[in-house]
Nanobody, 117 residues
Framework: QVQLVESGGGLVQAGGSLRLSCAAS????????LGWYRQAPGKQRELVAR???????NYVDSVKGRFTISRDNAKNTVYLQMNSLKPEDTAVYYC???????????WGQGTQVTVSS
């Protein structure tokens, strides 16, 4: 059974920083990519940042220059460093692990990030 455990969310003032972590446990292998997604109230879930097994990263335009995704392969953990946070970054953040076999991805339970103005 694979579990993704997220941590690091919370309430922060605009301009502040948070670091999200997502640790994968259980029988997991052949990881193709790790990513962070977010969903704000009334909006669709969107990709925030993604890092491939080869280390290639991509970000949604709204977070470029402020957020950094990184990973620790030995710990099967992915991080999202979020700086210069804005109220519009408020959302539930989910991690996703893409693997090369069925079910092809796993999702975390989500962690709330709230940025006050």
């Amino acid at each position: 059974q694979v579990q993704l455990v997220e941590s690091g969310g919370g309430l922060v003032q605009a301009g502040g920083s948070l670091r999200l972590s997502c640790a994968a446990s259980g029988s997991i292998w052949s990881i193709n990519a790790l990513g962070w997604y977010r969903q704000a109230p009334g909006k669709q879930r969107e990709l925030v940042a993604r890092i491939t097994s080869g280390g290639r990263t991509n970000y949604v335009d709204s977070v470029k220059g402020r957020f950094t995704i990184s990973r620790d392969n030995a710990k099967n953990t992915v991080y999202l460093q979020m700086n210069s946070l804005k109220p519009e970054d408020t959302a539930v953040y989910y991690c996703r692990v893409e693997v090369g076999y069925y079910p092809f991805d796993y999702w975390g339970q989500g962690t709330q990030v709230t940025v006050s103005s």
